[in-house]
Every structure is written in C-alpha cells, then in structure tokens.
Nanobody, 126 residues
C-alpha cells in the first residue's frame, strides 16, 4: 500500500509559477512510474506528466511541454511538478499517482495507476 500526499497548490496570476510536491510513503520498493494528473470542473481527469521511478525518464502532455517539469527524489521519496508560465486553463485539482505496472504505453490512462493522492487545488487568475 502506497500513500501519496500532495502539497504546494494555491492561487497564482497568469504567467506565474508554482511547485507541487508529492510525498510517498508505505510499500514503495516496486513502484515503476509516478505521475501527475489534473481535473478541471466538469472535465475528465487528464494526464500531465510522468517519471519512471528508477531511471528518471520523463514524459509530458503536449499542453504543458516546455512549461512544466516533473522530477523525482528517490532518497526522499518525493515527486515534484515545477509549473511555469501558468495559464488560466491550467486551473484544476492536481493529483499525484503511482503504479507498479510497467505501462509506458498506457501511462496516460487513469486506469493504469494503483494509488492516488487526495489532490491539491491550483487556480490561475487572468
């Protein structure tokens, strides 16, 4: 069982930056992939970025490429999402997720993940 706790959300003006963190605890040794998803009101949860836990290979959605950077700290069991040049359309609840499945092909699907955090709100004002 993996427990994930997000932090770092808040209110920021368009063009600003925020850094989200996800602290993982529990049985973590077989985690393969960590990811960030987001869900805006009345929309489906969507993939934002992912990182392989051991190798550190990163993947990003086209909508955030060049603006968001995902990273992980194996020693601290944390995953971060540095967000820059934020836009009002980035407003959403951001969720951290993890999976033990070696599932690069399906990493954009919510069904691929075993554990989820409770989410943290990010609001970007125009």
């Amino acid at each position: 069982q993996v427990r994930l706790v997000e932090s770092g959300g808040g209110l920021v003006q368009a063009g600003g930056s925020l850094r989200l963190s996800c602290a993982a605890s529990g049985t973590f040794y077989d985690t393969y992939l960590m990811a960030w998803f987001r869900q805006a009101p009345r929309k489906a949860r969507e993939f934002v970025a992912a990182v392989t836990w051991r190798g550190g290979t990163t993947y990003s959605a086209d909508s955030v490429k060049g603006r968001f950077t995902i990273s992980r700290d194996n020693a601290e069991n944390t995953v971060s999402l540095q967000m820059r040049s934020l836009k009002p359309e980035d407003t959403a609840v951001y969720y951290c997720a993890s999976t033990t499945k070696q599932t690069i092909a399906f990493m954009r699907s919510v069904d691929s993940y075993d554990s989820w955090g409770q989410g943290t709100q990010v609001t970007v004002s125009s």
